[in-house]
């Protein structure tokens, strides 16, 4: 392999890399149903049995006169120790009272937004890092054994905070605090240290503390920074796998019921064919047999130009209609869009048209049957090129949308629609075109209402139009289509 093939691999490894460790947020449900099992259902019994335990330690034990240092032969007078000591008690206190508040919160979390909820929470965790931060000052700095707990607070915030920003940053934040606590122990070994006389140090037994930048602190160090990168790792991992398997059971569910609507929509266009036809054949013997009367002749030319109507609806139907054909695929959205942009302005037909995209990049994929999707562009694009009678210019965007939505948007600077217009533009029949059907647009909102998006018109006289499509990137079949 040469150097310059090996560059150019090494380079798109490391563009496609925040793609591959991209974690997109959870459905809402799942981000109120994370925040309810992490922190009301584990997280609130849990700190109000360590609440209890450290109220009894700080106020009914003696447990400060045995980790706070005391003066050597009475010399010293209030060791540092000590003088950090008296302010836990108040700050306990207050951080009870939070933790009190932040209780009732998530108690009564159905009645709070999201948004409100994943702030409150993110609060929480970082005022928590920062109160065992202060009890790791006063337990040995950076041998205390609350250092384990600062792993837990970084699998604890994994789990209640999955925005991958917060997240990254809340858990450096953990790491930050318990470095932060361990140099402020160290301060206060030294100054310990250095408010000795050189005799007491001796006789008390004091070594010059060694420097903080040991090889113990720094392996701590690196596992919870090991531990922060870990996690969000093993949450892509997991979010990935369990989208593969809700695209793959979505693959079976929508290919299954496509294929069932479309046997049954299938059936009934062939039934209606059938009489229709018997109907024409009949209205034309009837035609050529009786040659006088004008008005009879006349009602049957009638009856053969409504059954050729019929017929020819009845035929877009079939294709309104044929859902069975063709398999569920994962589709680029901006392959299908330029598909459809190739077919509708094929380079032959040398129309006026410009044509302009603005894609964003890496749209989420979207499961469906190419046809249908086909045919939403085809028909949105085939009238935009008619009301501008092959002339003008077209917009076309797709970009990310709520709820991993993918909005398109395609727009025109035709004559524009009427009110009274848009208001029936997408009703099966109905049509402003001579030779037109009414099912082309009928036939976009059905296509797009299927797999549960929208669409929506946006026009004014003299101003163009503009259509704006609507797709889950996810979603369950819409078993009511």
């Known amino acids: 392999m040469s150097e310059k093939r090996f560059n150019l691999m090494q380079w798109q490894f490391f563009k496609k890399l925040p793609q591959l460790l991209d974690l997109r947020m959870p459905e809402p449900e799942r981000q109120f149903a994370r925040i309810r099992l992490m922190e009301r259902n584990i997280g609130l019994p849990v700190k109000a049995a360590i609440l209890i335990v450290l109220f009894y330690y700080f106020f009914f034990s003696n447990w400060f ?12 007078g209030v060791s540092p120790h000590e003088r950090v000591l008296q302010y836990i008690p108040p700050f306990f206190l207050v951080y009870v009272i939070i933790n009190g ?27 928590d890092a920062v109160f065992f931060a202060a009890l790791t000052v006063i337990t040995e700095g950076f041998d205390s054994f609350l250092y384990w707990v600062f792993l837990a607070l970084i699998v604890r915030n ?5 925005s991958a920003f917060r ?11 318990y470095l932060l606590a361990g140099m402020i122990g160290f301060a206060l070994q030294e100054w310990q240290y250095n408010a000795s006389s050189p005799i007491i140090r001796t006789d008390a037994g004091f070594e010059p503390a060694m420097s903080p930048f040991n090889e113990p602190f720094l ?7 090991l531990m922060s990168i870990c996690c969000y790792g093993v949450q892509v991992l997991m979010e990935k796998q369990r989208r593969a398997e809700e695209e793959a059971r979505e693959f079976a569910l929508r290919q299954e019921q496509l294929q069932a609507t479309g046997r049954l929509a299938a059936e009934i266009a062939h039934q209606l064919k059938n009489p229709l036809g018997i109907i024409n054949n009949a209205a034309f013997s009837l ?20 059954v050729e109507r019929s017929d020819r609806i009845i035929t877009e139907l079939m294709g309104y209609a044929r859902l069975s054909e063709g398999q569920v695929e994962k589709l680029d959205i901006t392959d299908e869009l330029n598909r459809a942009i190739d077919q ?30 086909s045919e939403v562009f085809v028909n949105l694009l085939q009238n935009a090129r008619e009301a501008m009678q092959g002339r003008g210019e077209i917009r076309i965007s797709a970009k990310y949308g709520e709820n991993y939505s993918i909005v398109v948007t395609i727009t025109d600077n035709g004559p524009g629609m009427a009110p009274e217009k848009i208001a029936k533009i997408f009703e099966a029949y109905y049509t402003t075109k001579e030779k037109g059907t009414g099912l082309g647009l009928a036939i976009v909102k059905h296509n797009t209402e299927l797999y549960n998006g929208t669409v929506e018109v946006q026009s004014q006289i003299g101003k163009g139009a503009s259509f704006i499509v609507r797709l889950p990137a996810k979603t369950v079949f819409n078993l009511r289509k």
């Open 65 to 76: 006169d045995v980790v706070a240092p005391k003066p050597v032969n009475g010399m010293f």
């Open 101 to 127: 508040a932040v209780a009732v919160l998530l108690l009564g979390m159905r009645h709070f937004s999201l948004l409100t909820m994943q702030r409150i929470v993110f609060v929480n965790c970082l005022i």
């Open 219 to 225: 392996l701590r160090l690196s596992l919870l920074l």
């Open 344 to 373: 509708v302005f094929p380079p032959g037909a040398k129309y006026e048209v410009v044509v302009t995209t603005d894609y964003e990049p890496a749209l989420p994929p979207i499961l469906a049957q190419r046809g249908h999707l």
């Open 158 to 162: 994994t789990i209640s905070i999955p």
């Open 287 to 306: 035609q050529k047999t009786v040659k006088e009367g004008k008005t009879i002749t006349q009602q049957i030319k009638i009856i053969r130009e409504e």
């Open 167 to 177: 997240q990254i940053m809340l858990n450096i934040g953990v790491s930050f605090s």
